[in-house]
């Protein structure tokens, strides 16, 4: 257990492993290892203990609870879903515990060195732990194709509020994870929003950058599963977490990255992240991870693109529901995409100038624009007039459609008419 090793060691330090494997192993003295998980058989004689420690201790007891919960990891599938839920509940209601203790105390940059370093350790591995089974709780009920005997993940609510997402079982037993896993995501929103990285030495966001990304992974998590994507309630709190993450704890590059993955290998989540960027921006003030992911998909080797078609068809038409969603956010970075016009996929040309129709629709077509406004207007217009002439039927009937958008808003286009460039054939560079 945690203080046996700590006694050996005197700085012992839960380190946040990059595979749930590496806590099998020591680093170093100073590291954290299980030493003796229990197998599946024994875990359900451990429920009792595990409950008693929890309520005598508080959250520090996954201090001596912690290779329990490794355990059950480990062999989640294995143990049957009774003994599984009552962890879940154990893990749930200690990390909230953990929560209002650390909320109760104004000034965590007071507290003794030693302290912080219990405090530390404590919120680290019940995290990780609750991050584990969040991960696992989403593989068994949605991922995995259901066995005979088991039941589909119902939608039906059916239970108790607990800060504002709805828990309780449902019907013919077992957990409704929808309120459960809302649940978990505004606990960890309530955590990021305590002044945390008191607790590190030395008291930065960066320090703590493993413990934001294990927060985060536990939302990217859910957003693999459509019906949760898509579920607005749930969505939302998702979206406050990862824009915590990325504006408060300064990773918008991480929170840019991952997303722009998820997007490539999930189409279901096209139109939950353009939706999840109105609460970036309109909620978090994180517009700063929209211009990573502008930034980011301008800087995409065309050649990568034109090759994965699946992933290109959904970042094009991420880019045009963004534009929809926050056109000012997108606005400033809108250069970034233009290499994309003289690439070759044909989808990502779409996209692009699906994303400069809405942003004329939208913030361009006032009469009282400023000078660089009108500037950067004429040079999306020259685009979709080029491209009205693309190689490419597909961009060809896109810009005319765009054109017709334009004119049933009744866009001034004036600028365009006095122009003296020639229409031209538009090939892609090769």
């Not at 299980?34 to 929890?54: G, H, N, Y």
């Not at 209002?100 to 940059?109: F, G, K, N, Q, S």
Request: charged share 20%; glycine share 6%.
């Amino acid at each position: 257990n945690f203080w046996r090793q700590f006694g050996m060691s005197g700085t012992l330090e839960f380190v946040i492993p990059l595979c749930r494997e590496d806590l099998l192993k020591q680093r170093d003295s100073c590291s954290y290892v299980v030493l003796d998980a229990p197998s599946e058989s024994e875990l359900m004689s451990k429920i009792d203990d595990c409950r008693t420690a929890f309520s005598e201790n508080g959250p520090s007891a996954i201090l001596e609870c912690f290779n329990i919960f490794y355990g059950l990891i480990k062999s989640y599938n294995e143990v049957i879903p009774s003994v599984r839920d009552t962890y879940w509940d154990v893990a749930v209601n200690a990390v909230a515990d953990a929560y209002r203790h650390l909320a109760e105390d104004e000034d965590l940059a007071s507290l003794e060195p030693l302290k912080k370093h219990e405090e530390r350790n404590v919120l680290k591995m019940l995290v990780y732990a609750l991050v584990q089974l969040v991960e696992e709780a989403v593989n068994t009920s949605y991922l995995q194709p259901p066995s005979a005997t088991q039941a589909p993940p119902t939608k039906g609510h059916k239970g108790k509020k607990k800060g504002g997402a709805v828990r309780g079982e449902v019907e013919g037993g077992g957990l409704d994870w929808r309120g459960e896993f809302g649940h978990v995501v505004q606990i960890l929103y309530q955590l990021l929003q305590l002044d945390l990285q008191q607790l590190w030495d030395p008291p930065s966001v960066t320090v703590m950058e493993d413990f934001t990304n294990l927060v985060a992974n536990a939302c990217y998590k859910l957003c693999e599963v459509p019906a949760l994507a898509k579920d607005k309630a749930l969505r939302t709190d998702l979206f406050l977490v990862l824009g915590t993450v990325g504006k408060r704890y300064n990773q918008p590059l991480s929170v840019a990255l991952k997303m722009l993955q998820l997007l490539q290998s999930f189409e279901h989540l096209v139109t939950p992240l353009a939706q999840g960027t109105e609460v970036l921006v309109n909620s978090c003030s994180a517009g700063c991870i929209i211009v990573e992911m502008v930034n980011e998909l301008g800087s995409k080797d065309p050649r990568d693109l034109s090759l994965d078609t699946s992933g290109t068809k959904n970042f094009a038409a991420f880019l045009v529901e963004m534009a929809q969603c926050v056109p000012n956010a997108v606005l400033p970075v809108v250069t970034s995409l233009l290499p994309h016009m003289q690439g070759e996929s044909h989808f990502m040309r779409n996209g692009v100038l699906g994303v400069f129709g809405e942003l004329v629709v939208q913030l361009l077509s006032g009469s009282e624009l400023s000078d660089q406004q009108r500037n950067t207007r004429e040079q999306l217009l020259d685009n979709l007039q080029n491209h009205i002439h693309d190689v490419n039927a597909f961009v060809r009937s896109k810009a005319l459609q765009i054109w017709t958008q334009l004119c049933q808003a009744k866009v001034s286009v004036c600028a365009l008419t006095s122009t003296t460039t020639p229409p031209r054939l538009y090939i892609p560079s090769p």
